[in-house]
């Protein structure tokens, strides 16, 4: 079988569109809607592009490996192609090709917002074609222990009814398993099992993500089902020169809906918050998460020396500590983790938006992530004000000191407690309109990236704006202007 026919064009040679496109928003939307009224699982399809930010690299980096490493096997193979490359190593040093990079792997956003999908019961069904076990770490990450996982490539009989989701199939093998399937020889004598579970699953919701269309085994499985019932959503992470007419066919014959988004993390990690389970709770209080997972764990009835309390229960009054704090304050712990993810390329995208020069030599990719960065981060701290406006507007009343009768009480006690924690809600109030500033200065350096957010972060002003009008009517402050339009 020859591979389906691959042609980079220039953008302006691009074909008008003549399918749907649509929005992530779209795609949560349709999920949310398979739960109710006549409900329908949802499956997700993952290729090698939700792994890629991982550290995991795509099949042309695996040939250029093939090239350098296996010189010769790869002068006398015909075709360059990865799947006729990899037929002519053998299982072991395919498995020493790939297996360093999944070791090596480390968890990207995609997948822990994936398993925080599967966790929630929002998606039942994720079939890979990946061999990386990052979706199950991610899943021990966050706290869902139930997950089913198959290898159809160990196991070619797969049978709904005897799957219990949230499941993860492996249509390929696993790295850790006997059958890997990278040789295209062997992919295409799968291609009959993965039709039948695609054809069986037809009547799910399917989204479809970091799949080239290009792995033409798979995407014949795809193309031979006549009619997905519950609707499919292609998210396109490939660049728009690299145009796979195959792929637009598929989407008019089968009334699939394109979305076309930067990469699998925002794809995803945009779905899970649409939903509202994003980000994962371990991020925003560890010690409750941790408690949780450790709340099954019996005590520990193993021979101690003497006058040792039992471990289980240090742990257990430690961790109920912890959560108290966290839960009583401020969230360092998320704080933190959002300075620290924004700090370098917020400093980056300042130095672009002041100086034209080094704004044209950022990488386009590069202006991209950082005016994707600074969106979220623009998002939490939003979010993060109109909490604590609420929490200012609560103290109305609290502050005022009580009578003066010569004697310490209660409520004094309590007037003062209160207004110690309104200077300091205050106080961080006007930090973050603060940071607000910066982001949105450093921002609009960076729109010639992707002018289409303008109107996105100009909105975003706005609210920021009225937030800062509110905030001035609550503590009486004197207002100061934030930064001007966006450019």
Known sequence: MNPVAFTPLQFNDLPSPDYELAEVSQIAESIRSAR??????????????????????????????????????????????????????????????????????????????????????????????????????????????????????????????????????????????????????????????VENIIREARAHTWVVIGFSARNDSIFKCLDLVQEYVGGIYWVDIAHPRHWVPALQRFCVAKGAKKVQIAGADEALTEVSQHLRCFPPPVFLHPAAHLAALLKPVNKCQLPLPAGTADIKEICDHTLERLTSAEASGPNILFDSLLRLSIEDPLRAAESASEASTDRATLPTALRKLMLCILKNGLKAHIVTIEQLLESIESYEGKVEPPPDDGESNLEEEETRAARETLQRDVAVVTTRFQIIESFLKAASGLLDAQPEHSSELDSMKRHVDDLHVRFQLLTAFPAEPLTGELE
């Not at 498995?95 to 039942?124: C, M, R, S, Y």
Request: glycine fraction near 6%; include cysteine; charged fraction near 20%.
């Open 36 to 193: 109710q009224g006549r409900p329908r699982p949802v499956s997700l399809l993952i290729g090698a592009g939700v792994s890629v930010t991982a550290g995991i690299p795509l099949a042309d980096r695996f040939v250029e490996l093939i090239r350098i490493e296996h010189p010769e096997k790869y002068r006398v193979s015909p075709s360059k192609d990865y799947g006729d490359l990899m037929a002519r190593l053998s299982p072991l040093e395919q498995a020493d090709l790939i297996n360093p990079f999944i070791k090596a792997a480390t968890l990207n956003w995609a997948h822990l917002a994936l398993a925080q999908l599967l966790k929630e019961g929002h998606v039942q069904y994720v079939f890979t074609t990946n061999f990386d076990n990052l979706l199950e770490r991610a899943c021990t990450v966050v706290g869902l222990d139930s997950l089913s996982v198959y290898d159809v490539a160990a196991s070619p009989v797969f049978d709904f009814t005897r799957v219990d989701p949230p499941a993860l199939v492996y249509l390929h093998g696993k790295f850790t398993g006997f059958n890997v399937l990278n040789a295209r020889d062997k992919t295409e004598r799968q291609a009959g099992v």
